[in-house]
């Protein structure tokens, strides 16, 4: 399942049906197993982009010194765009620090909705 964008291409893969890979997402051990693989690459990802970051920075730069003034307003629009995506995400983890926070004061910290 990890190395398709459905379960139905991964059920194909694997020679199974849709209705019994549903059957393995439902058993908490293998739910618990694919989450930890999923999350296992999703990291490695953002490590090999966190490797070439700085590069993609210096290309961004580039641009901005570019003769053709629409590629230079193209990599200003993306600067942009990706400043107020990092603005959103630094919110929304605030708000959910700001939860955590109210669930461990109302709640306790062995007691709360959210770890």
Known sequence: ???TPTIAEAATK???TRKTIHAYLRDE???QAYREERERLVEQTVAG???IG???VEVLHDAFEDPDVNARIRAARYVLDLTFKVHEVAERRR???EIK???R???GTNGGRFR
């Open 1 to 3: 399942m990890l190395s």
């Open 14 to 16: 694997c020679g199974l």
């Open 29 to 31: 051990d293998f739910a």
């Open 49 to 51: 982009l966190q490797r």
């Open 54 to 56: 700085t590069e993609a």
């Open 95 to 97: 708000e959910i620090e």
């Open 101 to 103: 926070a109210f669930d």
């Open 105 to 107: 004061e109302h709640f």
